[in-house]
Protein backbone atom coordinates (compact mmCIF):
# COMPACT_ATOMS: atom_id res chain seq x y z
CA UNK A 1 0.00 0.00 0.00
CA UNK A 2 1.33 3.62 -1.02
CA UNK A 3 1.63 5.83 2.11
CA UNK A 4 -0.60 8.04 2.34
CA UNK A 5 0.75 11.61 2.32
CA UNK A 6 -1.02 13.86 4.84
CA UNK A 7 -1.16 17.25 3.29
CA UNK A 8 1.22 19.64 1.93
CA UNK A 9 3.55 20.89 4.33
CA UNK A 10 5.08 24.19 2.44
CA UNK A 11 6.25 24.53 -1.01
CA UNK A 12 10.22 26.15 -1.07
CA UNK A 13 11.41 28.61 -3.16
CA UNK A 14 15.22 29.02 -4.57
CA UNK A 15 14.72 33.14 -4.86
CA UNK A 16 17.95 34.94 -5.11
CA UNK A 17 17.01 37.87 -2.70
CA UNK A 18 14.76 36.01 -0.27
CA UNK A 19 14.82 38.80 2.05
CA UNK A 20 13.32 41.27 -0.94
CA UNK A 21 11.02 38.22 -2.02
CA UNK A 22 9.82 38.24 2.07
CA UNK A 23 8.47 41.66 0.97
CA UNK A 24 7.39 41.18 -1.63
CA UNK A 25 4.75 38.16 -0.74
CA UNK A 26 3.83 40.06 2.56
CA UNK A 27 3.30 43.32 0.74
CA UNK A 28 1.66 42.54 -2.27
CA UNK A 29 0.03 38.92 -1.42
CA UNK A 30 -0.77 39.35 2.07
CA UNK A 31 1.34 37.27 3.78
CA UNK A 32 2.63 36.93 7.35
CA UNK A 33 6.22 36.46 7.49
CA UNK A 34 6.41 33.95 10.61
CA UNK A 35 9.70 32.55 10.84
CA UNK A 36 13.11 32.82 9.84
CA UNK A 37 16.51 30.43 9.45
CA UNK A 38 19.94 32.14 8.75
CA UNK A 39 23.07 32.87 9.64
CA UNK A 40 21.92 34.86 12.69
CA UNK A 41 20.00 31.36 14.19
CA UNK A 42 23.37 29.22 13.27
CA UNK A 43 22.58 28.38 9.34
CA UNK A 44 25.80 30.09 7.92
CA UNK A 45 24.68 28.50 4.19
CA UNK A 46 21.28 29.79 3.59
CA UNK A 47 18.99 32.27 4.33
CA UNK A 48 14.89 31.72 4.60
CA UNK A 49 12.11 33.09 5.39
CA UNK A 50 8.48 31.70 6.14
CA UNK A 51 5.61 33.41 4.76
CA UNK A 52 1.68 32.15 5.84
CA UNK A 53 -1.28 32.62 5.14
CA UNK A 54 -4.85 30.52 5.81
CA UNK A 55 -3.04 26.85 5.40
CA UNK A 56 -0.45 27.76 3.05
CA UNK A 57 3.45 27.91 4.02
CA UNK A 58 5.48 29.33 1.66
CA UNK A 59 9.50 29.08 2.34
CA UNK A 60 11.63 31.68 0.29
CA UNK A 61 15.02 30.35 0.62
CA UNK A 62 18.35 32.57 -0.93
CA UNK A 63 21.55 30.27 -0.92
CA UNK A 64 24.56 32.23 1.07
CA UNK A 65 27.55 31.09 -0.49
CA UNK A 66 28.57 30.45 -4.04
CA UNK A 67 29.82 26.70 -3.58
CA UNK A 68 25.90 25.92 -2.67
CA UNK A 69 24.27 23.50 -5.13
CA UNK A 70 21.16 25.86 -4.59
CA UNK A 71 23.15 28.84 -6.21
CA UNK A 72 23.44 26.11 -9.33
CA UNK A 73 19.92 26.34 -9.10
CA UNK A 74 19.35 29.20 -9.25
CA UNK A 75 21.55 29.99 -11.98
CA UNK A 76 20.04 27.36 -14.00
CA UNK A 77 16.27 27.80 -13.20
CA UNK A 78 16.15 31.17 -11.76
CA UNK A 79 13.85 31.88 -9.25
CA UNK A 80 10.94 29.14 -8.25
CA UNK A 81 9.75 26.36 -6.62
CA UNK A 82 12.51 23.74 -5.70
CA UNK A 83 10.74 21.58 -3.34
CA UNK A 84 7.05 20.70 -2.85
CA UNK A 85 7.15 19.39 0.54
CA UNK A 86 4.15 16.54 2.27
CA UNK A 87 3.83 15.71 5.71
CA UNK A 88 3.35 11.52 6.59
CA UNK A 89 2.89 9.76 9.40
CA UNK A 90 6.52 7.74 8.42
CA UNK A 91 9.00 9.53 6.41
CA UNK A 92 11.10 6.60 5.96
CA UNK A 93 8.45 4.19 4.96
CA UNK A 94 7.33 6.73 2.64
CA UNK A 95 11.02 7.14 0.41
CA UNK A 96 11.06 3.80 0.62
CA UNK A 97 8.12 3.12 -1.37
CA UNK A 98 8.87 5.32 -3.48
CA UNK A 99 12.00 4.71 -4.39
CA UNK A 100 11.17 0.70 -4.57
CA UNK A 101 9.00 2.30 -7.06
CA UNK A 102 11.70 4.40 -9.61
CA UNK A 103 11.75 7.88 -7.42
CA UNK A 104 15.46 9.09 -7.00
CA UNK A 105 16.32 9.70 -3.86
CA UNK A 106 17.17 12.33 -3.08
CA UNK A 107 17.91 12.06 0.79
CA UNK A 108 17.66 9.18 3.04
CA UNK A 109 14.97 8.94 6.19
CA UNK A 110 17.36 11.09 8.90
CA UNK A 111 16.26 13.14 12.19
CA UNK A 112 16.50 16.47 12.86
CA UNK A 113 15.67 18.61 15.81
CA UNK A 114 16.25 21.64 17.92
CA UNK A 115 14.55 22.85 21.47
CA UNK A 116 11.20 22.29 19.50
CA UNK A 117 11.16 18.83 19.16
CA UNK A 118 12.47 16.51 16.40
CA UNK A 119 11.12 15.17 12.85
CA UNK A 120 12.64 12.93 10.59
CA UNK A 121 12.47 14.13 6.89
CA UNK A 122 13.72 12.17 3.49
CA UNK A 123 13.14 13.59 -0.37
CA UNK A 124 12.94 12.14 -3.66
CA UNK A 125 13.52 14.34 -7.05
CA UNK A 126 10.49 14.76 -9.13
CA UNK A 127 9.87 16.26 -12.57
CA UNK A 128 12.95 19.18 -14.01
CA UNK A 129 15.02 19.89 -10.71
CA UNK A 130 11.68 20.14 -8.45
CA UNK A 131 11.90 17.93 -5.10
CA UNK A 132 9.61 16.60 -2.79
CA UNK A 133 10.34 16.28 0.53
CA UNK A 134 8.45 14.13 3.22
CA UNK A 135 7.93 15.29 6.79
CA UNK A 136 7.46 13.54 9.85
CA UNK A 137 6.53 15.76 12.58
CA UNK A 138 6.55 13.91 15.60
CA UNK A 139 4.47 16.48 17.80
CA UNK A 140 7.45 19.19 16.71
CA UNK A 141 6.32 22.84 18.47
CA UNK A 142 7.69 25.05 15.80
CA UNK A 143 7.86 25.29 11.78
CA UNK A 144 10.63 23.36 11.05
CA UNK A 145 14.38 22.64 13.17
CA UNK A 146 16.87 25.75 12.68
CA UNK A 147 14.07 28.29 12.49
CA UNK A 148 13.29 31.11 14.75
CA UNK A 149 9.84 33.16 15.20
CA UNK A 150 10.35 36.32 13.04
CA UNK A 151 7.12 37.75 12.99
CA UNK A 152 5.95 40.32 10.54
CA UNK A 153 2.59 40.92 9.78
CA UNK A 154 1.10 41.12 6.52
CA UNK A 155 -2.44 42.36 5.68
CA UNK A 156 -4.29 39.27 4.56
CA UNK A 157 -5.97 39.29 1.25
CA UNK A 158 -8.26 36.09 1.94
CA UNK A 159 -5.74 33.34 0.51
CA UNK A 160 -6.35 29.93 2.44
CA UNK A 161 -5.63 27.09 0.90
CA UNK A 162 -3.26 25.97 -1.72
CA UNK A 163 -6.08 24.57 -4.60
CA UNK A 164 -3.65 22.79 -6.94
CA UNK A 165 0.07 23.23 -8.01
CA UNK A 166 0.72 22.84 -12.18
CA UNK A 167 3.75 21.38 -13.34
CA UNK A 168 5.24 21.96 -16.48
CA UNK A 169 6.75 18.78 -18.21
CA UNK A 170 8.49 18.11 -21.39
CA UNK A 171 7.26 16.97 -24.78
CA UNK A 172 5.15 13.08 -24.70
CA UNK A 173 6.63 13.07 -20.73
CA UNK A 174 2.71 13.48 -19.28
CA UNK A 175 2.29 10.02 -19.08
CA UNK A 176 5.28 8.96 -17.68
CA UNK A 177 4.78 11.38 -14.65
CA UNK A 178 1.07 10.46 -14.28
CA UNK A 179 1.99 6.97 -13.91
CA UNK A 180 5.27 7.90 -11.58
CA UNK A 181 2.43 10.09 -9.44
CA UNK A 182 0.38 7.25 -9.30
CA UNK A 183 3.15 4.34 -8.36
CA UNK A 184 5.58 6.38 -6.39
CA UNK A 185 2.96 8.79 -4.41
CA UNK A 186 -0.36 6.96 -4.68
CA UNK A 187 -1.86 10.14 -6.89
CA UNK A 188 -4.52 8.67 -9.50
CA UNK A 189 -5.66 9.94 -12.80
CA UNK A 190 -8.09 12.94 -11.74
CA UNK A 191 -8.85 14.00 -14.85
CA UNK A 192 -7.68 14.94 -18.43
CA UNK A 193 -7.49 17.78 -20.82
CA UNK A 194 -6.25 16.89 -24.72
CA UNK A 195 -5.25 19.22 -27.36
CA UNK A 196 -9.02 19.90 -28.45
CA UNK A 197 -9.72 20.90 -25.36
CA UNK A 198 -6.93 23.37 -24.61
CA UNK A 199 -5.95 24.99 -28.02
CA UNK A 200 -6.27 27.88 -30.33
CA UNK A 201 -5.00 28.60 -33.85
CA UNK A 202 -1.70 28.51 -33.24
CA UNK A 203 -0.76 26.80 -30.15
CA UNK A 204 -1.90 23.83 -27.80
CA UNK A 205 -1.04 21.92 -24.33
CA UNK A 206 -2.32 18.68 -22.67
CA UNK A 207 -2.86 18.32 -19.07
CA UNK A 208 -3.87 15.51 -16.81
CA UNK A 209 -4.53 16.33 -13.06
CA UNK A 210 -3.46 13.55 -10.79
CA UNK A 211 -5.02 14.09 -6.99
CA UNK A 212 -5.24 12.32 -3.13
CA UNK A 213 -8.33 10.51 -2.46
CA UNK A 214 -9.62 12.60 -0.48
CA UNK A 215 -8.56 15.47 -3.10
CA UNK A 216 -7.08 17.97 -1.13
CA UNK A 217 -3.56 17.47 -3.41
CA UNK A 218 -4.35 18.11 -7.06
CA UNK A 219 -1.35 18.20 -9.25
CA UNK A 220 -2.20 19.22 -12.85
CA UNK A 221 0.36 18.00 -15.68
CA UNK A 222 1.01 19.67 -18.50
CA UNK A 223 3.34 18.75 -21.66
CA UNK A 224 3.40 20.88 -24.88
CA UNK A 225 1.40 19.62 -27.65
CA UNK A 226 2.42 20.60 -31.31
CA UNK A 227 0.40 23.74 -33.18
CA UNK A 228 1.86 26.33 -36.03
CA UNK A 229 3.45 28.53 -33.30
CA UNK A 230 5.36 27.53 -30.33
CA UNK A 231 3.12 26.17 -27.01
CA UNK A 232 3.52 28.68 -23.97
CA UNK A 233 4.49 25.40 -22.26
CA UNK A 234 7.59 25.07 -24.62
CA UNK A 235 8.50 28.71 -23.58
CA UNK A 236 8.18 27.83 -19.80
CA UNK A 237 10.32 25.06 -20.10
CA UNK A 238 13.06 26.72 -22.64
CA UNK A 239 13.11 29.62 -20.28
CA UNK A 240 13.51 27.09 -16.90
CA UNK A 241 15.64 24.50 -19.20
CA UNK A 242 13.78 21.89 -17.68
CA UNK A 243 10.40 20.96 -16.78
CA UNK A 244 9.06 22.36 -13.23
CA UNK A 245 6.35 24.26 -11.39
CA UNK A 246 4.35 26.53 -13.37
CA UNK A 247 1.54 27.90 -11.17
CA UNK A 248 0.32 27.41 -7.86
CA UNK A 249 -3.75 28.17 -7.44
CA UNK A 250 -4.44 29.46 -4.16
CA UNK A 251 -8.00 29.19 -2.65
CA UNK A 252 -9.97 32.22 -1.80
CA UNK A 253 -14.15 32.05 -0.47
CA UNK A 254 -14.52 36.17 -1.69
CA UNK A 255 -12.87 36.31 -4.39
CA UNK A 256 -13.86 39.95 -5.46
CA UNK A 257 -12.16 40.78 -1.80
CA UNK A 258 -9.09 39.26 -2.98
CA UNK A 259 -8.88 40.23 -6.60
CA UNK A 260 -9.66 43.58 -5.54
CA UNK A 261 -7.04 43.62 -2.75
CA UNK A 262 -4.49 42.17 -4.69
CA UNK A 263 -5.03 44.46 -7.34
CA UNK A 264 -5.05 47.52 -5.32
CA UNK A 265 -1.38 45.59 -3.78
CA UNK A 266 -0.19 46.59 -7.35
CA UNK A 267 -0.07 42.87 -8.40
CA UNK A 268 0.05 41.95 -11.68
CA UNK A 269 -2.46 40.19 -13.51
CA UNK A 270 -2.94 38.83 -16.77
CA UNK A 271 -5.37 40.95 -18.88
CA UNK A 272 -8.90 39.70 -19.75
CA UNK A 273 -9.27 39.54 -23.55
CA UNK A 274 -11.69 43.10 -24.75
CA UNK A 275 -15.28 40.66 -25.18
CA UNK A 276 -14.52 38.17 -22.94
CA UNK A 277 -17.68 39.50 -20.61
CA UNK A 278 -19.40 39.90 -23.87
CA UNK A 279 -20.99 35.98 -24.43
CA UNK A 280 -20.30 35.01 -20.53
CA UNK A 281 -23.06 35.48 -18.66
CA UNK A 282 -24.81 32.94 -21.94
CA UNK A 283 -21.89 30.41 -21.08
CA UNK A 284 -22.18 30.02 -17.67
CA UNK A 285 -25.52 30.91 -16.43
CA UNK A 286 -26.66 32.52 -13.32
CA UNK A 287 -23.85 33.02 -10.29
CA UNK A 288 -23.80 34.52 -7.38
CA UNK A 289 -21.39 37.37 -7.23
CA UNK A 290 -21.89 40.98 -8.79
CA UNK A 291 -22.25 40.65 -12.27
CA UNK A 292 -20.80 43.90 -12.75
CA UNK A 293 -17.90 43.71 -9.94
CA UNK A 294 -16.59 40.77 -11.94
CA UNK A 295 -16.38 42.38 -15.20
CA UNK A 296 -14.80 45.47 -13.12
CA UNK A 297 -12.29 43.37 -11.62
CA UNK A 298 -11.26 41.17 -14.45
CA UNK A 299 -11.96 38.32 -12.99
CA UNK A 300 -12.42 34.90 -15.16
CA UNK A 301 -15.53 32.58 -14.54
CA UNK A 302 -15.76 29.02 -15.72
CA UNK A 303 -19.02 26.32 -15.43
CA UNK A 304 -19.35 22.57 -15.48
CA UNK A 305 -21.93 19.98 -14.75
CA UNK A 306 -21.24 20.43 -10.92
CA UNK A 307 -21.11 24.15 -10.52
CA UNK A 308 -19.03 27.13 -11.39
CA UNK A 309 -15.48 28.71 -10.70
CA UNK A 310 -13.84 31.99 -10.86
CA UNK A 311 -10.38 32.67 -11.17
CA UNK A 312 -7.75 35.16 -12.26
CA UNK A 313 -3.62 34.74 -12.82
CA UNK A 314 -0.91 36.93 -12.51
CA UNK A 315 1.54 37.48 -15.49
CA UNK A 316 5.28 35.89 -14.37
CA UNK A 317 6.15 36.76 -11.06
CA UNK A 318 10.14 37.18 -12.07
CA UNK A 319 11.73 38.32 -15.76
CA UNK A 320 11.87 34.64 -17.12
CA UNK A 321 8.48 33.57 -18.69
CA UNK A 322 8.22 31.22 -15.73
CA UNK A 323 6.27 30.78 -12.44
CA UNK A 324 2.83 33.05 -11.56
CA UNK A 325 0.46 32.48 -9.27
CA UNK A 326 -4.13 31.60 -9.67
CA UNK A 327 -6.44 32.92 -7.71
CA UNK A 328 -9.82 30.90 -7.68
CA UNK A 329 -12.76 30.28 -5.85
CA UNK A 330 -14.82 27.39 -6.26
CA UNK A 331 -18.95 27.30 -6.16
CA UNK A 332 -19.39 23.37 -6.77
CA UNK A 333 -17.11 23.19 -9.83
CA UNK A 334 -14.33 20.69 -9.51
CA UNK A 335 -12.08 21.37 -13.37
CA UNK A 336 -9.60 24.07 -13.45
CA UNK A 337 -10.79 26.11 -15.76
CA UNK A 338 -10.99 24.34 -19.14
CA UNK A 339 -13.71 27.25 -20.81
CA UNK A 340 -11.41 30.07 -20.15
CA UNK A 341 -8.18 28.49 -21.43
CA UNK A 342 -8.81 29.46 -25.07
CA UNK A 343 -9.66 32.94 -24.21
CA UNK A 344 -6.85 33.19 -21.92
CA UNK A 345 -4.29 31.47 -24.57
CA UNK A 346 -4.59 34.43 -26.45
CA UNK A 347 -3.61 37.10 -24.29
CA UNK A 348 -0.64 34.65 -23.22
CA UNK A 349 0.59 34.40 -26.61
CA UNK A 350 0.15 37.97 -27.40
CA UNK A 351 2.60 38.17 -24.20
CA UNK A 352 4.86 35.54 -25.98
CA UNK A 353 5.04 37.72 -29.31
CA UNK A 354 6.07 40.64 -26.94
CA UNK A 355 8.25 38.74 -25.70
CA UNK A 356 9.69 37.43 -28.74
CA UNK A 357 8.66 33.92 -28.00
CA UNK A 358 5.56 32.79 -30.02
FE1 LIG B 1 -4.61 26.31 -12.41
Same mark, same amino acid.
Given at each position: ?15 ? @? ?49 ? !? ?64 ? =? ?17 ? *? ?41 ? *? ?21 ? =??? @???? !? ?11 ? %? ?23 ? %? @? ?90 ? @??
Amino acid at each position: MTPVLKRIHHVEFAVG @NAKQAAYFYRQAFGFDQVAYRGPETGCRERASYVMKQGDIFLVLTTPLRHD !DALAVWLMLHGDGVCDIAFEVDDAAVAHAHAVGAGAASVRAAAPHGDAAGTITTAAIRTYGEVVHT =FIQRDGYRGFLPGFEKREI *KGKPTGLMCIDHIVGNVEDRQMDRWVRWYDETLGLGRFVSYDD *KDISTEFSALRSTVVASDDRNIK =FPL @NEPA !DGRKKSQIQEYID %ANLTAGVQHLALKTDDILATIAALR %A @NGVDFLPVPTGYYDHLWERVGDVAEDRGKIRDLRILVDCDETGYLLQLFTRPLQDRPTFFIEIIQRRGSESFGKGNFKALFETIEQEQALRG @NL
